[in-house]
């Protein structure tokens, strides 16, 4: 990246449009944007809580029509309007090359910021950094002739936040590409791996009764409080990792009762497994054992633990990721967070994989998500190098 290039991307649209001259005679139907800092804001400002992508997802849309791509919608679920966004530049909808990140954030949304050089807001970071510096990119290596049209796609999908169901909704829309580069937070690093994910969903099952005769009902709030307990001493004696570390477990959400003088009749908790080693199946069995042992004291005579405590796996969970990463000139690191990665079958036989993106996952999902203008730039070279590697050019 030049400093020339930079200091007109922040001269402002008029530098912008002097740009786009010539690639129009070039490209015809193309009219790129090379404003990184507008385009991220534009992302930003947009409150998109997963669930709630529709407004994001309709900007982009337009954006990127605006700019002589072809666009495909995939809905992933009707209302509320939720829907992935395939793009192309060329006429090859199936390119070799294709660039994907993830449009939904997590709640609660913060405002977009920009103060001198940091940017503040939900999303800024995870991950419509890496959508803005993505397309940023294209654009650039289009521009300059270093790629065709026809040798890249974009691909932004719903829901990453919240299970992948975007994601797992793109297979569907029959894709080969021989490399596809991910966008998530990664410190403008390679990463090399990710840990394994499972969700756990604990149900404690009680029975209501007046607070002042606490024998003649079962708490439900109790039943889950030594249930989570054994999970937390469960997670110190899970495998361990060189790579990836240790397994731990985050009680995400935790709700039961309906007043302090009422015996809880039912209790239930949301809790997140990063797996650092070993299988779903494995964790499924060592999180099951662990609560059912918790809980035999509140088993009457005949009754199971299953009759105290439902333990739900929403999801089937998958083991430690393995990453490519052997592009010269970067930085690796490992995460502990997931992915849209495993969600994505691989249509071609060694399929090249790459996660890469601006920004840290350290102040992501937090009150203080931000980062800087000078990242978003280098994450734009970045991802051109990517490009250019899987392209071998």
Known sequence: MTNMWRS???IGAAAASLMQEPLQARRGHLSLTYDLIAFHKNLTQIESITGNEEAVGEWLVASLKSQGYSVE?????????????LAWPGKERDAKVLLSAHIDTVPPFYPYEHINNTIRGRGSVDAKGSVATQIIAINRLLSSDKISPDDVALLYVVGEEKGGDGMRAANALKLSPETVIFGEPT?????????????????AKGKAAHSG????????????VKSLAALMELGQKLPKSDKYGITTLNLGQIQGGVAPNVVAKDASADVAVRIAEGSPEFIREEVTRAVHTAVQSFLEKGMKPED????????????PIEIDHDVPGFDEITV??????????????GQKRYLYGPGSILVAHSDHEMLTEDQLFDAVGGYEKLVLHALRK
């Open 213 to 224: 005769y606490p024998w003649l009902g079962r708490s439900a709030n109790e039943v889950l």
């Open 8 to 10: 007109l991307l922040l």
């Open 336 to 349: 502990n967070y997931g992915t849209d990665i495993p969600s994505l079958n691989k249509t071609v036989e």
């Open 73 to 85: 919608r995939q809905y992933v679920e009707e209302k509320p309007a939720r829907f992935n966004i």
């Open 308 to 319: 105290v405590v439902e333990i739900n796996f929403p999801t089937s969970g998958y083991g």
């Open 187 to 203: 410190e403008g690093k390679l990463a090399a791996g990710h840990k394994g994910n499972l969700m756990v969903i604990v149900k």
